[in-house]
């Protein structure tokens, strides 16, 4: 190890969290910027861990001292804050997260985009070919489920089986979706490829199930079905796989820091943002179970709903916000 080197490379960090801490201490938060507050526990991870290297390859005693003084203080302003509470859980949510998805919007893209590609490959080939339904991408799991097959043959719609079971239904639907939403979080650590994998697979999914509806001409049937609760599950989905693929591209391209180093930076941020996940997948359980599937319910209505969630998400994101906290 070229000593000289990691220590010309980690400089820049160490100062940036001197800087970071000397402001707090001074009771001058207010003056950091919106990267510095993002990145200031991401750079104590990592100034703690070139501290126990600089222990462990016995640096100068003066580096060590310095590294161990900026660890403890960053400890100290990290940990001795009030707990969290009901107002700083709102600010996060009310402030915080809509920066975070905005920044985001490009991982956002790209997820949509390979959800995209996998609902086209199978619309696509099931129009082609009706065969392809029986298709095992996953072993021993047909992409369209033998039940669902049969009944969308015989013209009826397998959601109407949720009708009088809608807290049940609505529970395993929202735990199942969270379930597939970890899966895209945590998958990033393959260098995004699991996570994309899992993104082409319920697009895939998707778009096989509309394409069989479709050939049997019960195309308005599925899309009122998943028009209600469709936005906030498909959007959580889209998120989930953001985080996870900003975790594989800190893999794949760290830039001048080691791989767990890079990591560590975007790991704050992307858990932060799949958070937001979960509220819109219980949201989205809640309508799958209680009005999607329900035939009494006309589909116009289902479709303003559609439009409504939209709409109130878009709000939600975009909206100005006065700069004052919650509270």
């Given at each position: 190890?070229?000593?000289?080197?990691?220590?010309?490379?980690?400089?820049?960090?160490?100062?940036?969290?001197?800087?970071?801490?000397?402001?707090?201490?001074?009771?001058?938060?207010?003056?950091?910027?919106?990267?510095?507050?993002?990145?200031?526990?991401?750079?104590?991870?990592?100034?703690?861990?070139?501290?126990?290297?600089?222990?462990?390859?016995?640096?100068?005693?003066?580096?060590?001292?310095?590294?161990?003084?900026?660890?403890?203080?960053?400890?100290?302003?990290?940990?001795?804050?009030?707990?969290?509470?009901?107002?700083?859980?709102?600010?996060?949510?009310?402030?915080e997260y809509p920066k975070l998805f905005t920044r985001y919007t490009r991982y956002i893209g790209i997820a949509f985009l390979i959800f995209?590609?996998?609902?086209?490959?199978?619309?696509?080939?099931?129009?082609?070919?009706?065969?392809?339904?029986?298709?095992?991408?996953?072993?021993?799991?047909?992409?369209?489920?033998?039940?669902?097959?049969?009944?969308?043959?015989?013209?009826?719609?397998?959601?109407?089986?949720?009708?009088?079971?809608?807290?049940?239904?609505?529970?395993?639907?929202?735990?199942?979706?969270?379930?597939?939403?970890?899966?895209?979080?945590?998958?990033?650590?393959?260098?995004?490829?699991?996570?994309?994998?899992?993104?082409?697979?319920?697009?895939?999914?998707?778009?096989?199930?509309?394409?069989?509806?479709?050939?049997?001409?019960?195309?308005?049937?599925?899309?009122?079905?998943?028009?209600?609760?469709?936005?906030?599950?498909?959007?959580?989905?889209?998120?989930?796989?953001?985080?996870?693929?900003?975790?594989?591209?800190?893999?794949?391209?760290?830039g001048s820091y080691k791989r767990i180093d890079s990591l560590k930076l975007v790991a704050v941020d992307s858990v932060k943002i799949f958070?937001?996940?979960?509220?819109?997948l219980i949201c989205a359980g809640i309508i799958e179970g209680y009005i999607s599937p329900q035939s009494r319910i006309e589909n116009s209505?289902?479709?303003?709903?559609?439009?409504?969630?939209?709409?109130?998400?878009?709000?939600?994101?975009?909206?100005?916000?006065?700069?004052?906290?919650?509270?």
């Amino acid at each position: 190890m070229n000593i000289e080197k990691w220590l010309n490379q980690q400089k820049q960090y160490w100062l940036e969290l001197d800087e970071i801490v000397l402001k707090i201490s001074k009771n001058q938060s207010k003056d950091l910027t919106n990267n510095q507050i993002r990145r200031f526990s991401s750079l104590y991870m990592v100034t703690a861990q070139d501290l126990a290297r600089a222990r462990a390859i016995g640096i100068s005693a003066s580096v060590e001292n310095y590294l161990n003084n900026l660890v403890i203080k960053s400890h100290n302003q990290i940990y001795s804050g009030k707990p969290q509470n009901k107002i700083s859980i709102l600010n996060y949510l009310w402030f915080e997260y809509p920066k975070l998805f905005t920044r985001y919007t490009r991982y956002i893209g790209i997820a949509f985009l390979i959800f995209f590609w996998g609902f086209s490959f199978g619309y696509i080939n099931i129009q082609v070919n009706n065969d392809f339904a029986n298709a095992y991408i996953v072993q021993g799991k047909p992409i369209l489920p033998g039940q669902v097959k049969q009944l969308v043959d015989e013209h009826k719609m397998w959601t109407q089986g949720i009708q009088g079971f809608e807290s049940y239904s609505s529970a395993f639907i929202a735990t199942n979706n969270i379930r597939v939403s970890i899966l895209l979080y945590i998958l990033g650590l393959s260098f995004g490829l699991g996570t994309a994998w899992i993104l082409w697979l319920n697009g895939l999914s998707i778009g096989v199930v509309i394409g069989y509806c479709a050939k049997h001409d019960m195309l308005p049937n599925i899309l009122s079905f998943i028009a209600s609760h469709g936005i906030f599950e498909l959007l959580a989905f889209y998120i989930a796989g953001a985080a996870g693929l900003s975790l594989g591209y800190a893999l794949i391209n760290p830039g001048s820091y080691k791989r767990i180093d890079s990591l560590k930076l975007v790991a704050v941020d992307s858990v932060k943002i799949f958070c937001g996940v979960i509220p819109l997948l219980i949201c989205a359980g809640i309508i799958e179970g209680y009005i999607s599937p329900q035939s009494r319910i006309e589909n116009s209505v289902k479709y303003i709903i559609s439009l409504t969630t939209l709409g109130l998400f878009l709000l939600f994101i975009f909206m100005p916000r006065d700069k004052q906290s919650v509270g």
